[in-house]
């Protein structure tokens, strides 16, 4: 499997480095770093790889988590918290055959100290949830070997009671990347505000139910094309009306 595991913004070299080992232990291989605090290849990151080295070496740095995810079809972020707006976390038996299913999924972990920020949530598709005790807050290592071992090496099992299994998009169907989506949101929000159906405000929230909705959908790339498409179709249509005003009152 072609997984990706995203670690934002992390602070300490040595859970950088544990978390490479944590990755060569379950079979993962593309580490990616998003804005790091510090320096990956500190000697205290080398040594707590251990063998993990040259993954940890040929880890790629991004500026943004956007950036990070452009060539990904699926982001599975990382929160042991309910977050407003945002869909709660899943079991990970639950979310596991949409993983295997997609092309390039990516793993998305946040920051040691709090963990990733609404924002970050926003361009994952789902989100897994880390079954523990009543402290639920995990070092960064443990998180990655844990997830890493559910969708790499964990087999096929049950959902949770109470958790409905994951709807899968159809077998040989390619989805659209992250950056795809990310870019058919950004259209859709400039067309949200620009016809009134939102406002600077709100744009945030409702920008929000929308993507829960359409990340559902697994869409094509096709499909997101064609959306955008319609989004296109509606600014001019609006301009259109806009420059038909002042025509009819310069002919009145």
Request: net charge neutral; charged share 20%.
């Amino acid at each position: 499997m072609n997984l990706a595991v995203v670690l934002v913004s992390p602070k300490t070299p040595g859970n950088i480095g544990a978390a490479a080992r944590a990755m060569l232990n379950m079979g993962a291989g593309d580490l990616r770093l998003v804005a790091p605090r510090c320096n990956p290849l500190d000697p205290q990151a080398i040594a707590m790889a251990v063998h993990a080295e040259d993954l940890l070496r040929s880890a790629r740095v991004y500026a943004t988590l956007r950036e990070a995810l452009a060539d990904r079809d699926l982001s599975v972020g990382t929160s042991a918290r309910v977050r407003a707006d945002l869909p709660p976390g899943r079991h990970p038996a639950t979310l596991r055959p949409l993983v295997r299913a997609a092309a390039a999924p990516a793993l998305v972990f946040g920051p040691e100290e709090t963990g990733l920020i609404n924002s970050d949530l926003e361009q994952c598709q789902v989100t897994v949830r880390i079954p523990t005790g009543d402290y639920a807050s995990l070092n960064l290592a443990q998180a990655v070997l844990l997830v890493c071992y559910e969708f790499l090496q964990g087999v096929e099992d049950a959902p949770p009671p109470g958790e409905a299994p994951t709807t899968l998009p159809a077998p040989g169907r390619k989805t659209a990347t992250r950056e795809d989506m990310e870019a058919m949101y950004g259209h859709l929000r400039e067309t949200m505000q620009l016809i009134g159906y939102t406002d600077a405000v709100r744009a945030r929230h409702t920008l929000r139910l929308w993507r829960a909705m359409l990340d559902r959908a697994l869409m094509s790339p096709a499909e997101s094309r064609l959306f955008r498409g319609f989004l296109r179709q509606v600014h001019w249509r609006v301009e259109q009306a806009a420059k038909a005003v002042p025509d009819a009152q310069s002919e009145s």
